[in-house]
């Protein structure tokens, strides 16, 4: 379960993070494979995750034709947004008709990516909510926007990709313009480890899962009461 304490075992276990093909660690919250739901019945968030970790040839070709939703898979952009699209038609048969589409790191880039198509192609009905969380510092989106943010950042992030300072001035272009609900909020809590800042501690909420899940969650209740 995310936001425990350290336990002598391995922290992956014990914190709700899983090693994904070997090489990074992505928090439960975050995690695609379970689309997990948030804010209670009606209410899933749908994760868009690209990893940080550049995977071999080997790799790279072995994953993509598995095409499992798996957090440490690669794919491209237009993988990115076919499975968006489809995740949202799942989404709704179950009967939970307002897809928040969530990206965390470099998945901010698929959420620029996803919501220029949208726009294009006359499909924002696809979005029912951005979560933009610890998001790439290039991450941008251009107006007009028709849905609720929730911009959520590590106020210690480490990551020099991934600065706190970008993720705020972006929510504040938003914000300025934007008629629907727009948010941001840091996330404080946590723990730094002894490993690549861009893969690991305060950049995928290590030790601080339960904090950032609670503030997700209080924006989408009241967004979607």
């Known amino acids: 379960r995310l936001g425990q304490q350290p336990q002598p075992a391995d922290p992956a276990e014990q914190h709700g993070l899983r090693a994904e093909a070997g090489h990074q ?15 209670g019945e009606g209410r899933r968030t749908q994760p868009v995750q690209a990893p940080d ?13 598995r095409r ?10 237009a993988e990115s947004i076919a499975d968006n699209r489809f995740a949202t038609q799942w989404l709704a048969q179950q009967g939970h008709v307002n897809p928040i589409v969530l990206g965390h790191s470099n998945g901010g880039i698929s959420l620029t990516e996803f919501f220029k198509y949208a726009k294009k192609n006359n499909k924002t009905d696809l979005i029912s909510g951005f979560i933009v969380s610890g998001v790439r510092s290039e991450t941008y989106f251009d107006p007009p926007y028709t849905f609720p943010m929730l911009f959520i950042h590590h106020e210690k992030d480490g990551c020099t990709h991934t600065t706190p300072s970008a993720s705020l001035k972006n929510f504040e272009k938003v914000k300025a313009i934007s008629q629907t ?3 941001f909020v840091y996330v404080t809590g946590g723990l730094v480890e002894p490993r690549d800042p861009c893969r690991s ?8 899962g339960d904090e950032a899940a609670k503030y997700i969650d209080q924006f989408l209740v009241k967004i979607y009461p």
């Open 181 to 183: 609900p727009t948010e």
């Open 53 to 65: 970790h550049q995977p071999g040839r080997g790799e790279v070709q072995q994953q993509r034709s």
């Open 25 to 39: 660690r992505i928090p439960a919250v975050l995690e695609p494979r379970t689309f997990r739901e948030v804010g």
């Open 68 to 77: 499992a939703a798996e957090g440490g898979a690669f794919q491209t952009i």
């Open 201 to 208: 501690g305060h950049h995928m909420y290590y030790v601080a």
